[in-house]
């Protein structure tokens, strides 16, 4: 029963006058100025000065001349986002590698990056020495370019209070209490963009959603596989953080009858039968190259894939396992949210064509409503970048709710 | 990432100007024309012809006196929500019995009724029969004092299609594919308000998430006790509806090992250890009058509650059976959602102070997220009541979005 809400004066509704058009260009494509007008209901002259105001800043161009509906003479300029050098940036620490990926505002990628890195091993302030690293030459890059970048997401596994900046705790990469957004601030110094802290599997979620709002689904649940199992929920079109940022925690429910012990202390969370730790226990020896953590991650996925193309037993066999213990948990995830899509990320998607028949054939069996619910499982066309693209988005956003705030930092 | 709804024309934006100014009004209090211009950025000669239309509309009246901040000179008349004859109602179906709940605009109980009523026997024929006399008595009241019923929203258990207003399925009640609106919508006749359906839980979840939302809270979850199981999910101040509108089915998940047999043609469904038949099996004979359905609900739960409290053994035991089947539903929906209250309702708001200690005590040790992540289980304070109540918020509810509509039917 929330509405649109209430601008507290005059500056305000300034701001949020340049936010509509700015999200309206977004949102719905390039446009004349008059018919920015017949959008928002602006008067002329006012939709005028918005659009002078965010040309000034870089954040629209002129476009190619449209011709109005039914209007009668020459046709109008449009204008269109621009903002190519205006950037987000998502970094992202994982297990065994951290990354980057940067965007500019029309969501092209213009920076990426993956380190292999045993996180747990290294330790929260070695790690952070080499994200602000990472960062530092992410951000030199991009402003010697002659970019802007308006913001950093920080993502990691586990719960993260966004607003303190703190990672409460995340067992998988041994970190509790750490000031993650402080650390980085720190070694940033003080000219370093907006910093700031999300849990990665929400992130993921928002970089899934925003591929696919445009097809008006609204309700999105990302089940990423991880050394853990990450859950982001999109329902009706916003991001589930929960009250204290901890929705989402369902890799340590026991779903699956087990007594494999998981970082977290206990046995049989339903982690320990689908994450990384069990896809590797089923399909190879210890000594396997697939199971060495400093080879990036991405290469030794790929190794696994290979086998199961080639129709290896003991790979194939693997993957049915992991298939069979994922699905009462999408199951679970699909009673409580009826979601319209499911997508399956980290390697879930890197053997997708392997696991999603068998996955969704059971979760229709074992879901309440009829056809579970109009719900479809599908394979994340992210591969291991969604996460740090969601902070990039994240960190863009700031710009589409607050356009002023990044014009000041572009002219200042 | 959502924003404000952009406005599509001139006439929208007087439209979503006066919505503004109404929930201005509903939300944070009566105040002057001045402090509403102050507040929402409008200027005062729109927000002088906003309030008039308003006042003519009979949905704000004149108020007290309200001296403006610093301002200097006579004070401003303030301007507050009226609508006391303007009606929204709520009609509930439920197993055992249909009810209604008229409030009007200012959250006052206009018209209340409970009549006991076995749904499953009657079939939906009869039963829609009963309650389009009951909401047409309702209506010929409210109209007969000079009130307008501006809509009615009928509650059901099971997974409903609001859009098309029939219930897909409720086993509780054993209907399937009843067309449940338009059923109704032919017995109530031509000049009947707009009529809507929704699932009960998600109806009692607004209800109960209206009651808190002024302390903040943001995420809640309703976990109701009826034949079955209801859950209503509020997230970030939004309800939890799923693509389909079958979000919050948890009742059929096997979260305790049993093989009671469920009205949905499997065994072992949670509603089955912790609904009402669970409570009832648990805490009498057949014979009993708390079992006979034709007993108002009502009755038999203040039975059962006075035999709990003047310490029968039989009655303690069933409801500790009750509170420990229910604490691991109630923690796997924290682990998702991470709700900042869980509020039961139905049978476990009767019996709550019974259940409330050793399950939010069995709740905190399930929990992944550190002291339940916060989360606080707490007893609905609407009894029977809350669905109906929601049903009418919800009716009242496209008042605030555009009151130009009302304002043209009392007018009309």
């Given at each position: 029963?929330?509405g649109?809400?209430?601008?507290?004066?005059?500056?305000?509704?300034?701001?949020?006058?340049l936010?509509m058009?700015?999200r309206?260009?977004?949102?719905e494509?390039?446009?004349?100025?008059a018919?920015?007008?017949?959008?928002?209901?602006?008067?002329?002259?006012?939709?005028?000065?918005?659009?002078?105001?965010?040309?000034e800043?870089?954040l629209?161009?002129?476009?190619?001349?449209?011709?109005?509906?039914?209007?009668?003479?020459?046709?109008?300029?449009?204008?269109?986002?621009?903002?190519?050098?205006?950037?987000g940036?998502?970094?992202?620490?994982?297990?065994?590698?951290i990354?980057?990926?940067?965007?500019?505002?029309r969501?092209?990628?213009?920076?990426?990056?993956?380190?292999?890195?045993?996180?747990?091993?290294?330790?929260?302030?070695?790690?952070?020495?080499a994200?602000?690293?990472?960062?530092?030459?992410g951000?030199?890059?991009?402003?010697?370019?002659?970019?802007?970048?308006v913001?950093?997401?920080?993502?990691?596994?586990?719960?993260?209070?966004?607003?303190a900046?703190?990672?409460?705790?995340?067992?998988?990469?041994?970190?509790?209490?750490v000031?993650?957004?402080?650390?980085?601030?720190?070694?940033?110094?003080?000219?370093?963009?907006?910093?700031?802290?999300?849990n990665?599997?929400?992130?993921?979620?928002?970089?899934e959603?925003?591929?696919v709002?445009?097809?008006?689904?609204?309700d999105?649940?990302?089940?990423?596989?991880?050394?853990?199992?990450g859950?982001?929920?999109?329902?009706?079109?916003?991001?589930?953080?929960?009250?204290?940022?901890?929705?989402?925690?369902?890799?340590?429910?026991?779903?699956?009858?087990?007594?494999?012990?998981?970082?977290?202390?206990?046995?049989?969370?339903w982690?320990?039968?689908?994450?990384?730790?069990?896809?590797?226990?089923?399909?190879?020896d210890?000594?396997?190259?697939?199971?060495?953590?400093?080879?990036?991650l991405g290469?030794?996925?790929?190794e696994?894939?290979d086998?199961a193309?080639?129709?290896d037993g003991?790979?194939?066999?693997?993957?049915?396992?992991?298939?069979?213990?994922?699905?009462?948990?999408?199951?679970?995830?699909v009673?409580?949210?009826?979601?319209?899509?499911?997508?399956?990320?980290?390697?879930?998607?890197?053997?997708g064509?392997?696991?999603?028949?068998?996955?969704?054939?059971?979760?229709?069996?074992?879901?309440?409503a009829?056809?579970?619910?109009?719900?479809?499982?599908?394979?994340?066309?992210?591969?291991?970048?969604?996460t740090?693209?969601?902070?990039?988005?994240?960190?863009?956003?700031?710009?589409?709710?607050?356009?002023?705030?990044?014009?000041n930092?572009?002219?200042?």
């Open positions: 029963m929330a649109p809400a209430v601008a507290r004066d005059r500056s305000s509704t300034r701001r949020a006058n936010s058009v700015l309206l260009l977004r949102d494509g390039p446009r004349s100025r018919r920015i007008g017949d959008d928002t209901g602006l008067p002329k002259a006012t939709v005028s000065h918005l659009t002078a105001e965010l040309l800043g870089g629209v161009r002129e476009g190619a001349a449209e011709r109005d509906r039914g209007a009668v003479g020459r046709p109008g300029q449009s204008v269109e986002i621009d903002g190519r050098g205006v950037h940036i998502g970094a992202e620490i994982n297990v065994d590698y990354s980057l990926l940067a965007l500019d505002l969501g092209q990628v213009s920076a990426e990056q993956r380190i292999p890195l045993d996180v747990r091993a290294a330790g929260p302030e070695a790690v952070l020495d994200v602000a690293r990472m960062i530092a030459e951000i030199e890059a991009l402003r010697g370019a002659g970019g802007l970048v913001g950093v997401t920080l993502a990691t596994p586990g719960a993260v209070n966004m607003d900046g703190t990672v409460d705790y995340a067992s998988n990469i041994g970190w509790r209490e000031a993650a957004v402080a650390g980085l601030r720190e070694r940033l110094g003080p000219g370093a963009p907006e910093t700031h802290l999300e990665d599997a929400k992130l993921g979620a928002l970089a959603y925003l591929l709002s445009a097809d008006n689904v609204r999105l649940v990302h089940v990423t596989g991880q050394t853990g199992v859950v982001g929920i999109i329902a009706g079109g916003q991001l589930v953080r929960g009250a204290g940022g901890y929705a989402g925690e369902i890799g340590h429910l026991r779903l699956v009858p087990s007594d494999q012990p998981c970082a977290c202390g206990r046995r049989g969370c982690e320990t039968m689908v994450g990384r730790g069990a896809l590797l226990r089923y399909a190879a210890p000594g396997d190259m697939v199971c060495d953590p400093m080879v990036d290469t030794r996925l790929a696994l894939r086998r193309h080639a129709g003991r790979t194939l066999e693997a993957l049915r396992r992991i298939g069979d213990n994922l699905a009462p948990g999408l199951a679970l995830l009673d409580i949210l009826n979601p319209r899509l499911v997508v399956l990320g980290g390697h879930f998607a890197f053997f064509e392997h696991l999603i028949d068998s996955v969704s054939a059971q979760v229709r069996e074992l879901v309440m009829p056809d579970a619910g109009g719900c479809e499982i599908v394979l994340s066309r992210l591969g291991l970048s969604g740090a693209r969601g902070g990039a988005l994240l960190a863009l956003d700031t710009v589409y709710q607050d356009p002023v705030r990044v014009m930092l572009a002219n200042g």
